[in-house]
């Protein structure tokens, strides 16, 4: 089992910015970012691999950056331009992908994920 933890979360106001940590005990395929609004689905917004490949949710795209450092286990999500509607639990998650093929892939699908940390609560004000 991995196990994650989460940093960085907090109160901005509309525009904002905030960077999300994420510590592994381990390092797997893929890792990713994921958030949850009050009665809403657990939302996958962007996933990178070991390689480097990353993927973004369209609500996010040109907004947030995902990043990893390798050395030290490691992920970030840099979160500019923040609006209210980002306001949610946001969760890393660490996983091994979907073998497609010959290919592995690294996708914003929460079943292809294997460990979660705690979570922690973004919130943006208007």
């Known amino acids: 089992q991995v196990q994650l933890v989460e940093s960085g979360g907090g109160s901005v106001q509309s525009g904002g910015s905030l960077r999300l940590s994420c510590a592994a005990s381990v390092s797997t395929y893929c890792m990713g970012w994921f958030r949850q609004a009050p009665g809403q689905e657990r939302e996958g917004i962007s996933v990178i691999a070991s390689d480097g490949t990353t993927s973004y949710a369209e609500s996010v795209k040109g907004r947030f950056t995902i990043s990893q450092d390798n050395a030290k286990n490691t992920l970030y999500l840099q979160m500019n331009s923040l609006k209210p509607e980002d306001t949610a639990v946001y969760y890393c998650?660490?996983?091994?992908?979907?073998?497609?093929?010959?290919?592995?892939?690294?996708?914003?699908?929460?079943?292809?994920?294997?460990?979660w940390g705690q979570g922690t609560q973004v919130s943006v004000s208007s």
């Open positions: 998650a660490a996983g091994f992908g979907a073998l497609l093929g010959r290919r592995r892939y690294c996708r914003t699908y929460a079943d292809e994920y294997i460990s």
